[in-house]
């Protein structure tokens, strides 16, 4: 059970990064909603994966799993900070390259 927690939470984490750039990347001309679609998707794929995080750590709670909490809360912690600040900026880039391109056309 807490495989599949970290592995969906770590393809969640990726897509969040990776659908910001393909927004810069595939953005059309003259449709700046498009470009908003592909940021909403991004950002729900990295609140969906910081909750299964959430939901690995009530899991170790659950079975009383005290010492591996102990060991892994810092590093979650750390992890969720970046995959946050990181979804933030690239979709801030992305937002920022699809207006500019709207601008010039």
Known sequence: MSGLFNLG???LGLIAWIVPILAMKYHKKNEIKHCFYFIIVSFSACIASLCLQLFEVNHRVQIKDWSALMDTMGTLIWVAVI?????LIVNIMA???CSKKEMKD
Not at 83 to 87: K, N, P
């Open 9 to 11: 939470s770590l393809l």
């Open 83 to 87: 995959l946050a600040s990181v979804t």
């Open 95 to 97: 937002l920022f390259i």
